[in-house]
């Protein structure tokens, strides 16, 4: 075993290490944001379990319903010289937490695209649960391997069609900086392709036929992808960028899968700091000027209100495309209007007074356990920390 004081070190907003209490404790936070329902036999695969809005379903789901499950995500164990990955402590504690509520579930760290890892999750779902009721899919890569052809497909964060610039936010020493003007580039047709082949519904695809080809999916199963819209101000870069094609894939995968005879749909998250979402240009700024003008919406609190929906115990929230609806509050006129005006507003003399920029950074380095109230951040903490049994 190996304990020893962890600190916040990295550059930008990716830290090298992550602290194994503050995981814990944020995990722990999240479960506090949960009114719990009476259980019901109801079990869940959900993919991409340890970050995220991912994360804040499964833990939703557990606290809220007692659902049973599996959860599939990728992370590192503890080094010589690094802390395990955050999403490796979370995953110890939610584990934690299922066992304290007497559920059953598996957390299997492996490679979600693979037909090995789909196999693996496959073979306990059938001896644990049985069936599965319903499937959330939330996955963000940076790249896949196709196991059936094994080419590796890379995605990109860029615009379509024309270059594009956009405001950002940056820090140095812990200050805020707004970059004016940061340039995205244009993506080639190969690399839109790409970006879909990782983050489309192709794997979707192929984690729901392998279920019913395994007999798995009990009467009245449905499955939603997470997904992601936003605001004018991040269109260019996200809803019509590369990542857009992909998430407009997920949902004509949806409709793809609902002609096959299975209830399936997206799921239209509002913003959030995430790992994923706090590295693309302008989205930093977007969140902190979102924070400023109006009380955002947790991604347990979404993640409850999709739940409440998947069980019938809320009517479904859908647009005219069928897609469900978790982010109303999030682009209403009168917020969006409001932070269009700070962000047209917004300059490096008043970054800090129209942004809630001190915010954000604290919420990116709580992904990472610190900047957690109630951990002391002076002691030695255990950083080998074994990967959690079936609870």
Not at 53 to 70: N, Q, S
Not at 149 to 165: F, W
Not at 310 to 339: N, Y
Request: aromatic share 8%; with cysteine; proline share 4%.
């Amino acid at each position: 075993m190996s304990a020893r004081v962890v600190k916040p070190v990295g550059r930008g907003f990716l830290f090298l290490d992550s602290h194994p209490a503050g995981c814990a404790r944020v995990v722990r936070e999240m479960v506090a944001e949960v009114a719990p329902r009476s259980p019901e036999r109801r079990t869940a695969l959900v993919i991409g379990s340890s970050s995220g809005y991912g994360l804040a379903t499964t833990i939703a789901g557990l606290a809220r319903f007692g659902i049973d499950g599996v959860g599939v995500c990728f992370e590192k164990a503890a080094t010589a010289r690094r802390t395990a990955t955050a999403g490796w402590y979370r995953t110890a504690e939610t584990a934690a937490l299922a066992a304290e509520l007497g559920r059953s579930w598996t957390f299997v760290n492996a490679d979600a695209f693979a037909d090995t890892t789909k196999d693996e999750v496959l073979d306990l779902v059938a001896s644990h649960l049985g069936g599965i009721d319903h499937l959330i899919y939330s996955v963000a890569a940076p790249r896949r391997t196709d196991p059936r052809t094994g080419e590796t497909y890379q995605s990109v964060l860029k615009a379509i069609g024309a270059p594009h610039s956009t405001k950002s936010l940056a820090f140095e020493d812990g200050e805020p900086v707004l970059q004016e003007a940061v340039g995205i580039e244009v993506a080639t047709d190969d690399e839109i392709a790409q970006t879909v082949k990782v983050m489309g519904g192709e794997d979707w695809t192929r984690w729901v036929t392998a279920l019913q080809e395994r007999d798995l999916l009990k009467p009245g199963f449905n499955t939603v992808a997470l997904t992601y819209i936003g605001s004018e101000l991040t269109g260019p870069l996200y809803r019509q960028g590369s990542i857009g094609a992909a998430k407009a894939d997920l949902e004509q995968t949806a409709l793809k899968l609902a002609k096959d005879g299975v209830t399936a749909m997206t799921s239209v998250n509002g913003a959030a700091v995430t790992q994923s979402s706090s590295a693309i240009p302008g989205i930093g700024l977007y969140v902190s000027l979102l924070h400023h003008v109006t009380a955002l919406q947790t991604p347990v609190q979404q993640s409850v209100a999709l739940w409440d929906q998947l069980t019938g115990e809320a009517p479904l929230d859908l647009d005219e495309e069928g897609r469900i609806r978790l982010d109303r509050w999030e682009l209403s006129d009168e917020v969006q209007g409001a932070v269009r005006a700070q962000w047209e507003a917004a300059t490096q003399d008043n970054i800090a007074e129209v942004a809630d920029a001190a915010w954000f950074l604290s919420e990116v380095r709580r992904l990472y356990g610190f900047e957690v109230p109630g951990v002391d951040y002076e002691a030695e903490t255990e950083v080998d920390v074994v990967w959690p049994t079936t609870a």
